[in-house]
């Protein structure tokens, strides 16, 4: 690709393309407005067109999602590092593991500087094995040099720093990656004529999400001849060590114990046909699905780990349940199920208001910005 060479030009990798798409059009678009060159660098797929459309430059790279292999991150981070050669961006933004080590450490390599984005710590930081102490290394050692590393909760925060894999001076903590509240616009939940209480669950099909648990809850639940409806949205062959296996949805299905709806584009029609937004995650950056929820003002449910519960006030916007624990999680859905409608509609209304005042997109873009702007004016010096 050719473009002025005045232009700044920023480069910003995440592990898919509909993940840059969906969670920072928002950053995106005030790039572009600003007259900057926007180069995306993700795996390929059906998103790739959406962002070209909106102004970006695509460049492919594949990322193995799965694990840590050291032959297959080795030949990333070589990748990263003829891409980035021949790209010269002015700056690399990074979210996710592998983007944030590898992409990091290839920018790094050759002078670019970087801003980092910790939007959840993922499998390895559920344990305290080999796995965490290796990544832990790693990214002691692609944060090194970084500019600035944003965060998405605090207590997150707080252990990079315990850890020492991240200095006080570069870090600040942001609420999520924000949301568009005009394009997430509060809806009243419809009535439905059986006053069935119909719950959600969004988000990849990961057992690190809770989706066994919601299982489990919802047989619960269904045993004691409730009236609701436990439904789940999401990508189901997804690449990852603790995926859902298709065999097990099918079985779940002929069960009888949820709905599985598939994935979509567009999350909101599905949010307005719930009457409460569920995620029982074993731990979170900032959870997007709630976020979403909250500015369509839903009642939620999730568990009282880090990112959910800064997410949701509780017993005021949603209720908080213990971690991998589908009896605690069936208690809370029970009590979303006996409230009155106008008790979850003020609940919900809570959540919008919340978002109102913590998550708007714009508490997110602006940092960004002055941070680029940061690293711009250093380089003019």
């Not at 797929?45 to 594949?62: H, N, Q, R, T, W």
């Not at 080795?74 to 021949?86: A, E, I, S």
Request: proline share 5%; with cysteine; glycine share 6%.
């Amino acid at each position: 690709m050719v473009s002025d060479s005045t232009r700044v030009r920023i480069v910003i990798s995440i592990n898919t393309s509909w993940n840059i798409y969906n969670f920072r059009r928002g950053l995106i678009l005030s790039l572009l407005a600003r007259g900057y060159d926007v180069v995306a660098l993700a795996p390929p797929d059906e998103y790739a067109a959406k962002l070209i459309e909106m102004g970006c430059a695509f460049v492919p790279i594949s990322v193995d999602n799965k694990g840590v292999n050291p032959q297959k991150d080795l030949l990333l981070t070589r990748d990263y590092y003829k891409l980035l050669r021949k790209l010269r961006p002015d700056i690399f933004l990074s979210y996710t593991i592998k983007p944030n080590i590898y992409g990091s450490t290839a920018a790094h390599l050759l002078g670019v500087p970087v801003i980092n984005n910790v939007s959840g710590l993922g499998t390895a930081f559920l344990g305290n094995g080999m796995l965490r102490k290796i990544v832990e290394v790693l990214y002691r050692s692609a944060f090194r040099r970084s500019q600035r590393i944003f965060f998405q909760n605090k207590e997150d925060l707080s252990l990079f720093l315990e850890r020492g894999l991240v200095r006080k001076e570069q870090v600040d903590c942001l609420p999520g990656s924000g949301i568009d509240l005009s394009y997430f616009e509060p809806q009243l939940p419809p009535e439905y004529d059986d006053g069935q209480t119909k719950f959600l669950l969004i988000g990849r099909l990961l057992y690190d999400k809770g989706i066994g648990e919601y299982v489990k809850a919802a047989r619960l639940l269904k045993a004691e001849g409730l009236n609701a409806q436990f439904s789940i949205l999401g990508f189901l062959d997804v690449v990852n060590r603790t995926a859902v296996a298709r065999q097990t949805m099918d079985a779940w299905i002929a069960e009888g114990a949820i709905d599985y709806i598939g994935s979509a584009e567009d999350v909101r029609p599905h949010i307005a046909a719930a009457d409460c937004v569920v995620l029982p995650s074993y731990r979170e950056g900032t959870p997007r699905t709630l976020l979403e929820a909250a500015a369509m003002a839903r009642p939620l449910v999730a568990t009282d780990v880090p990112g959910c519960r800064d997410v949701i006030d509780d017993r005021q916007n949603g209720l908080l349940c213990q971690v991998k624990d589908p009896v605690d999680l069936a208690r809370c859905m029970r009590e979303i199920i006996n409230m009155t409608r106008e008790q979850q509609r003020e609940m919900g209304l809570a959540s919008r208001r919340k978002m109102e005042r913590q998550f708007d997109e714009d508490l997110v873009i602006k940092p960004y910005l002055s941070a680029i702007d940061e690293v711009l004016a250093r380089r003019l010096q």
